[in-house]
């Protein structure tokens, strides 16, 4: 499953960035996007991702790591200026004073990097929980799309040609298959604490979940207003999750 997993995110990843260069999508629509995506990782947190890791013995320690989940999106967040929660323009303002564009967009393309690193790396073999790890698959690739379209779009803007923009791109999407093989890595070393570790790396992708969903949720409006759109992209990212989770079982 590692390779399934690798090459569902990658393709995933690349074909949502790809999406900008051929068409075009204005902020409204990317806001329902990262409200829809937001509700989806929302919902499978507390309905099949929490509850999993509490049916752990190590379960006790589960909080701490949340909080360390929560603190890595936190720096992330410090290194993307919120362009991955589609604060395009802010980003696009700071790019255009540096005098290069690589060294302007590099804490960017990092920060994302770092959040799919995390976030994939309970999808590895060296752990069950086949269900768990398919819902997770799919709450990635949806809120990985709007970041992708981000990224791709601020790539873009700020001078990259198609082709370093897209070598940019490819970077981001091969951070969640390293995620998911670093992962299989340390499993094979400490097979008798597997469960520990597992609890770990869930507990961390929980905190940044909460972190993603909870910062775009009250972000995306202006003045965090809610308005009809909005709440009705919400209730269907929270509809879809459920029907999965219930499918998966």
């Known amino acids: 499953m590692n390779l399934i997993f690798s090459t569902i995110l990658f393709i995933g990843i690349l074909l949502s960035g790809l999406f900008i260069v051929k068409f075009s999508i204005n902020d409204n629509k990317l806001r329902l996007l990262l409200a829809f995506g937001g509700a989806f990782i929302l919902s499978i947190t507390f309905l099949e991702i929490i509850p999993e890791i509490y049916e752990n013995k190590s379960s006790s320690y589960a909080g701490f790591f949340m909080l360390i989940g929560f603190m890595i999106q936190l720096f992330v967040d ?55 790890k398919r819902a997770m698959v799919m709450g990635i690739i949806i809120h990985n799309i709007p970041i992708s379209l981000v990224l791709m779009g601020l790539f873009l803007n700020s001078g990259y040609t198609k082709t370093k923009s897209l070598l ?49 949720l009250f972000e995306t409006s202006e003045n965090h207003r809610f308005n009809f759109h909005k709440l009705f992209s919400i209730l269907i990212g929270i509809g879809l999750a459920i029907f999965i989770i219930k499918a998966l079982e």
């Open 78 to 132: 410090f290194l993307t200026k919120g362009a991955d929660h589609g604060h395009r323009h802010e980003h696009h303002s700071e790019v255009k004073e540096h005098k290069s564009l690589f060294y302007s967009s590099l804490p960017l393309l990092i920060g994302v990097c770092i959040h799919s690193f995390f976030e994939a790396m309970p999808l590895s073999d060296a752990f069950g929980h086949i269900e768990v």
């Open 168 to 216: 940019l791109l490819i970077v981001f999407a091969l951070a969640a298959p390293a995620g998911i093989l670093t992962s299989s890595q340390i499993g094979s070393y400490i097979q008798e604490d597997i469960t520990f570790f597992y609890t770990i790396t869930m507990s961390i992708v929980v905190g940044i979940f909460l972190h993603i969903s909870t910062t775009v």
